[in-house]
């Protein structure tokens, strides 16, 4: 049984007011959210949850006929397919948080001046319902990793793949800070909306997703490294597959912008929440 709560409906003044024990008083809406979210993507198609993993097999397979045999880009002494999906595994999971939810006040206007509840349950929801679609992803990964293994490859599978969650994190927190400036912006500039999905493409170009870092002189991966996806891809493909080493000064980086980017779009989100209906 839930615990009972009382909520108390009063405006808010300072720069900072995400209250972290009400969006947790929430929690079952949010699951509602997710839950919503989920069967709503694929509701009334034929393969349904199995999009899921036809759409990064089809990326993958392109990416490495185009990268891999065409223009035979290094991939770091991990096979063509492997160095791909995991990539793409990983990116796809951090595009969809932030493009999901970049659009949070103008996609949930109608309901937003309706009915009260806290403004934060939808973008975290949003980050829910992709961790799950990363999940599919990543099992699939594994026993492709599995499958490299038996044939010889000289990919490992270790205790290091236990770290991967804290990774997982990482990324949910950078697509919900980006995407939730991208959100606290277009109430004013609508534009920007339209801007996300090309911004969002480009970055992955910026990204060693497609390509390897090795490529690059030691000047251009430290100019890499200021995109904090960099370390997450990388060291994920190590995690997982074990070739290369952890980049713990990279990931430092990483993980200081990343926290940058959420405290900002928390403050941002917290600040057009209180009168966005008058300019949305």
């Known amino acids: 049984m839930e615990d009972d ?26 699951s509602l959210f997710v839950k919503r979210d989920f069967t709503a993507n694929y509701k009334q198609t034929i393969l349904g949850p199995m999009w899921f993993l036809l759409q990064p097999l089809l990326t993958t397979i392109v990416f490495t006929i185009i ?20 990539g793409i595994t990983c990116w796809s999971y951090f595009a969809t948080c932030l493009t999901k939810t970049s659009d949070t006040f103008v996609a949930n206007a109608n309901i937003f001046g309706k009915v009260y509840f806290p403004r934060m349950t939808v973008p975290v929801s949003a980050v829910l319902t992709s961790m799950i679609t990363f999940c599919l992803q990543f099992v699939m990964l594994i026993c492709l990793v599995f499958f490299y293994c ?7 599978i270790s205790f290091r793949i236990m770290l991967v969650p804290l990774l997982l994190v990482q990324m949910a927190m950078l697509g919900l800070g980006c995407g939730i400036i991208v959100s606290s912006m277009t109430t004013k500039y609508r534009d920007l909306a339209m801007l996300v999905g090309f911004a ?8 060693p997703v497609a390509y390897s870092l090795d490529m690059f002189s030691q000047k251009w991966q430290t100019l890499l490294y ?34 940058i980017i959420l405290a900002v779009g928390v403050v941002m989100f917290s600040r057009v929440e209180k009168n966005f209906m008058d300019t949305i």
């Open 5 to 30: 709560f009382t909520t108390i409906i009063q405006p808010k003044r300072g720069w900072l007011d995400i209250n972290i024990r009400e969006l947790w008083n929430y929690k079952y809406l949010i």
């Open 67 to 86: 990268f891999g045999n065409v223009a035979k880009l290094p991939t770091g002494g991990l096979p063509p397919f492997l160095f791909y999906f995991a």
């Open 150 to 156: 038996m044939r010889g490859s000289e990919i490992t």
């Open 200 to 207: 969002t493409q480009l970055w992955m170009y910026v990204t």
């Open 226 to 259: 200021l995109n904090p996806m960099t370390a997450i891809v990388e060291n994920f493909r190590y995690l997982v597959m074990g070739i290369g080493s952890f980049n713990y000064f990279s990931q430092s980086i990483s993980v200081i912008i990343t926290v």
